[in-house]
């Protein structure tokens, strides 16, 4: 008796936990769906600039939580300046490739915290602490996850928003590497994959996570092969697709390092099921760069 009492909340906490996160994935493909089908760019980054900067707001806020010194209000304002400068390059046709705004901005990201440091004693490491999380949080959000709206300025082609099918093709293979990983390892997960760093991982939904992967990069890629030329045939559309699936699982255990070093169990609670914008955009941050390195140093030069 008592252990059907103690086993029945579990399944049904992980019932209630499987539909919340299926409603907010739900939600978010139908605001994707939504901005893919209006084909505008202040659409596309308008959606970005606002996850960049949730996320970013998210990031402080655990660290703040955690009672990590850090200055939140520079490194929102940052954020902020550095996503609008780049939106308006994009825009006017500048700023594919990174170069001088990124490395003006790191500048700018390095010397302002260690300026606004100055205001306080040393105090060990944790002033270098102050510095350096500063500006991790800049890179890994702000800079990271902007190599979205890179994307879709980087092929060539009509429209405000050339690349909006490609950027589709990597949040499918991203996010379908996220719910390979989460459906097959709660199934049948056993085998700890990183316990120390995140204990719900299991090497069964490592396996799930690049089936599902390749399911969505060849998937779309079949049905899409026009759309999805720039990728260059099957034998990149499978290597993406693996390389992806890595990083977004290396992604995610990226946040995952963060939170345990905070004592943070989500980013946010604005997505039920899944937490905050941090936790949505993590395993993006590092595909996003990956695909846009991929193309601008391989497969736009092959074609051309």
């Not at 345990?260 to 980013?267: I, T």
Request: charged content about 10%; aromatic content about 12%.
């Amino acid at each position: 008796m008592s252990d059907t009492s103690s086993t029945a909340p579990r399944a049904e906490s992980r019932r209630a936990v499987f539909l919340k996160r299926t409603a907010s994935t739900l939600f978010l493909w139908a605001v994707v769906a939504a901005t893919l089908v209006s084909m505008k760019a202040w659409a596309y980054l308008g959606l970005i600039g606002v996850l960049a900067m949730l996320a970013t707001r998210e990031y402080f806020r655990m660290m703040r939580a955690g009672g990590v010194a850090c200055h939140p209000c520079f490194g929102m304002l940052l954020a902020a300046g550095y996503s609008a400068a780049l939106y308006w390059m994009l825009m006017s046709g500048d700023g594919l490739h990174p170069g001088g705004i990124d490395a003006l901005a790191v500048f700018l990201a390095a010397t302002v915290a260690f300026t606004l440091q100055l205001r306080h004693p040393v105090r060990g490491v944790e002033s270098l602490a102050s510095v350096a999380v500063n500006l991790l949080g800049f890179v890994y959000v702000a800079i990271l996850f902007n190599f979205c709206a890179r994307i879709i300025f980087l092929v060539p082609g009509e429209g405000e928003v050339p690349g909006a099918i490609l950027l589709l093709w990597l949040l499918a293979v991203t996010k379908f590497t996220d719910m390979g990983a989460y459906i097959t390892g709660s199934l049948c997960g056993r085998r700890k994959m990183i316990p120390h760093i995140s204990p719900g991982k299991t090497w069964e939904g490592f396996a799930g996570a690049v089936v599902f992967s390749q399911l969505a990069a060849c998937g779309l890629y079949f049905f899409l092969p026009e759309a999805l030329s720039i990728l260059g045939g099957w034998g990149h559309v499978v290597f993406l697709g693996l390389l992806l699936c890595v990083l977004a699982v290396i992604g995610d255990l990226a946040e995952s390092v963060v939170k345990r070093a905070v004592g943070a169990k989500d980013s946010g609670q604005i997505l039920p099921g899944i937490g905050g914008a941090l936790d949505l955009v993590d395993s993006i941050c590092f595909t996003a760069p990956a695909l846009f390195f991929y193309l601008a140093w391989v497969l736009i030069p092959a074609a051309t």
